[in-house]
Nanobody, 127 residues
Framework: QVQLAESGGDSVQTGGSLRLSCAASIDAYRMGCIAWFRHDPGKEREGLASINTGVGNTLYTDSARGRFTISLDNTDNTVALQMNSLKPEDTAMYYC????????????????????WGQGTPVTVSS
């Protein structure tokens, strides 16, 4: 059964850091692609970072590159998103999602291609 559960969301001040965690069931982990997205009401759901759980290669969007880092912990099938230098515009609900990987390609960040989603964890950044 494919299951994903996010945790780690909190309220922080501008410039602060948070580490989000996505606990994935073994079936979710074995799909090969796990990614982080965020959604602020009134905006489209935005991709941030993806990782291939088999080979570990990563992909970042401009919103995440340089401030956010996605990583794997193979001991307990978790995918973390380390977020630094947070800004008020990072305020959103953060979700992890999973899809099947395609051999030889990075895991993209097209939200339409991700089949399984967690419930989300809220992040609020105050100025």
């Amino acid at each position: 059964q494919v299951q994903l559960a996010e945790s780690g969301g909190d309220s922080v001040q501008t410039g602060g850091s948070l580490r989000l965690s996505c606990a994935a069931s073994i079936d979710a982990y074995r799909m090969g692609c796990i990614a982080w997205f965020r959604h602020d009401p009134g905006k489209e759901r935005e991709g941030l970072a993806s990782i291939n759980t088999g080979v570990g290669n990563t992909l970042y969007t401009d919103s995440a590159r340089g401030r956010f880092t996605i990583s794997l912990d193979n001991t307990d099938n978790t995918v973390a998103l380390q977020m630094n230098s947070l800004k008020p515009e990072d305020t959103a609900m953060y979700y992890c999602a999973a899809k099947k990987s395609v051999a030889g390609t990075r895991c993209g960040l097209n939200r339409e291609l991700y089949n399984y989603w967690g419930q989300g964890t809220p992040v609020t950044v105050s100025s």
